[in-house]
T-cell receptor
Framework: SAVISQKPSRDICQRGTSLTIQCQVD?????MFWYRQQPGQSLTLIATANQGSEATYESGFVIDKFPISRPNLTFSTLTVSNMSPEDSSIYLC???????????FGSGTQLSVL | SQQGEEDPQALSIQEGENATMNCSYK?????LQWYRQNSGRGLVHLILIRSNEREKHSGRLRVTLDTSKKSSSLLITASRAADTASYFCATDLLFSGGYNKLIFGAGTRLAVHP
């Protein structure tokens, strides 16, 4: 199994600012995934983060808006840049321990943008 | 884009009753997974069923998969108030380029009343 520490758990931010969300995993993992969950909605995959390579972004998400770092096999950050109220969501990181296996999730970051 | 569609969107039952949630998807999959989310926080993995499996059990949970109909169902037997949560199906896409990418359905909000 994998235990993921995600922080902050929640934040209230002003329009135009940026927030960096951190995820720390208790074991080395190849793949980390970042999801967004808008209010009352399901999860949407933002990007997949491989250690040592550029993140792969899904349609509708761009690196300038959601830059991701993956400096090693246990850590990743997602930055939400130049925020607007439409960015108010829960952001979740997750990891997989192998191909065709389940995901483990962090507890999420509840972001509110005023 | 989401590939899973779930029904019902919301389900309200009494303790002791069974709850059935359905999920349909569009493309070929490696596996299908069910997750639970309490109060909009991190997701917890419930069960994974692979594309060559038809039924799987875990405690009070029973999952079926019909790849010909591209559909799955989750049955929770003898429900408890603590089962109140949102339940999501997620499909692990077949192509994925060497890693699994989960696409989540819209979810079912289950309320179990004492």
């Amino acid at each position: 199994s994998a235990v993921i520490s995600q922080k902050p758990s929640r934040d209230i931010c002003q329009r135009g600012t940026s927030l960096t969300i951190q995820c720390q995993v208790d074991s080395q993992v190849t793949m980390m995934f970042w999801y967004r969950q808008q209010p009352g909605q399901s999860l949407t995959l933002i990007a997949t983060a491989n250690q040592g390579s550029e993140a792969t972004y899904e349609s509708g998400f761009v690196i300038d808006k959601f830059p991701i770092s993956r400096p090693n096999l246990t850590f990743s950050t997602l930055t939400v840049s130049n925020m607007s109220p439409e960015d108010s969501s829960i952001y979740l990181c997750s990891v997989s321990l192998g191909y065709n296996e389940k995901l483990f999730f962090g507890s999420g970051t509840q972001l509110s943008v005023l | 884009s989401q590939q899973g569609e779930e029904d019902p969107q919301a389900l309200s039952i009494q303790e002791g009753e069974n709850a059935t949630m359905n999920c349909s998807y569009k493309t070929s999959i490696n596996n299908l997974q069910w997750y639970r989310q309490n109060s909009g926080r991190g997701l917890v993995h419930l069960i994974l069923i692979r594309s060559n499996e038809r039924e799987k059990h875990s405690g009070r949970l029973r999952v079926t998969l019909d790849t010909s109909k591209k559909s799955s169902s989750l049955l929770i037997t003898a429900s408890r108030a603590a089962d109140t949560a949102s339940y999501f199906c997620a499909t692990d896409l077949l192509f994925s380029g060497g890693y699994n990418k989960l696409i989540f359905g819209a979810g079912t909000r289950l309320a179990v009343h004492p």
